[in-house]
Each structure stands twice: as C-alpha cells, then as structure tokens.
C-alpha cells in the first residue's frame, strides 16, 4: 500500500540556518510528490511537486526538493529559513491512476528561533 | 491564483444536529472535490471524493450515512454531518481539483466542535 513517512515530528531551527525536511514514501511506481506548507488559520499551499524529469524541483518561498528514487525519499530543503516559514509542512504522494488522490504524511511542525 | 472557500470557518454546535460545511471553488471550475479529516497534531485523512452530478466515493472506514456530500454545480461542495457527535470534533478540509488541469487547490478548514 502506498504510504508517506515524514520521521520529524517537530524540528526547530535557527533564523538564517539551512533547513532538510524529510520525506520517504512507499510506491510501486513513478509516484507523484507534493509538499504542502499550511499555516494556522489557512489552507495547505503546494510549495513544489514532482512528476517527472529532472528530480531535482524548485518550488516557491526558496523551497527545493530532491527525488531519489533510491532511497524513496523526497526531501524538502532551503538554504536560509526565515521567522515567517514557520508552519507545518506536509508530504504528500499521488495516489496510483490520477485521480487527484493524496496520502499524506504525518507533518513536521517546523519552529524558526530568532 | 485559485481560490478555495470554505463556510463555515468555525462551528460549534449541540451533539445529536446536523452541521452542513460548504466548499467552493471560486475562480475555476472543480469537477472533483475531495474532502479530508484532520486531526490535532495528525496528517489529513481523506474521507471522500466528490465528483459533480454523480455520488460521493467514501474512503473505507467512513459512514456514508454520516458524513453526506453533495456536488451539485462545478463550483459547490458540501459535506453534512449527519447527528453529529463530540468524537465528530475535527478540523474538515476541502480541496478542489481544477477541471482539465488537474492541480488540486486546498481550502483553508472549517473547525467543527460537537458539544
């Protein structure tokens, strides 16, 4: 069954450190990954997402992830965390036949010390 | 960009009612809506897929009977819990998948409290 593993619950971090958020996924395919940012008060916003091609992605806010097939992992990072990315941040992977479908993971609560 | 409404944002309401949670898109057209259960400190459960003019898919696990959805009209969906109960209490999330496009948009949750 397909499955998504975020292992940090809560990861705290410095204002200005680089930032890995990680993400493995169980899948029998190509799977389509998403990370997800929700703050409080408002609804998940997709920072990235890969579905194929080069498997390093860009996303919004400085975000970037890495798919390594590999390793079934799907890790989210930033170079230079600001005070104002402190949210929960989301995993997500497609469920098999497109139908719009996520499984999620269980979210790492992201705190930005100043 | 797109944008996903829901209403209410906030509802606290007697165990035993029923509680109707609205979800629009509303600058695109959604022929499929999902619906999802989020728990405090927990990932989004999917409990359903909403699909226009046709019946709702429910998850397993999930009581069709309790929890009714109705698309009626490419930009509404709603969700109905049915009498509800203090272990309904959740945070309920819509997202809207544009038509013909694909990417899935997220409403920001409607807090449901049964007393």
């Known amino acids: 069954a397909q499955s998504v593993t975020q292992p940090d619950i809560h990861i705290t971090v410095s204002e200005g450190a680089s930032l890995e958020l990680r993400c493995n996924y169980s899948y029998g395919a190509t799977p389509y990954l998403f990370w997800y940012v929700q703050s409080p008060g408002q609804g998940l916003q997709l920072l990235l997402k890969?579905?194929?091609?080069?498997?390093l992605v860009q996303g919004i806010k400085g975000f970037e992830a890495e798919f390594k097939r590999s390793q079934s992992s799907f890790n989210l990072r930033k170079p230079s965390v600001h005070w104002s990315d402190a949210a929960e941040y989301f995993c997500a992977v497609g469920a098999t036949g497109n139908t719009g479908k996520l499984i999620f993971g269980q979210g790492t609560t992201l705190q930005v010390k100043p | 960009g797109a944008v996903v409404s829901q209403h209410p944002s906030r509802v606290i309401c007697k165990s035993g009612t029923s509680v109707k949670i609205e979800c629009r898109s509303l600058d695109f057209q959604a022929t499929t809506m999902f619906w999802y259960r989020q728990f405090p400190k927990k990932s989004l459960m999917l409990m359903a897929t909403s699909n226009e003019g046709s019946k709702a898919t429910y998850e397993q696990g999930v009581e069709k009977d309790k929890f009714l959805i109705n698309h009626a009209s490419l930009t509404l969906s709603t969700l109905t819990v049915t009498s509800a109960h203090p272990e309904d209490s959740s945070f309920y999330i819509c997202?809207?998948?544009?038509?013909?496009?694909?990417?899935?948009?997220f409403g920001p949750g409607t807090r449901l409290t049964v007393l």
């Open positions: 997202s809207a998948r544009e038509t013909g496009r694909g990417e899935q948009f």
């Open positions: 890969y579905f194929s091609g080069d498997t």
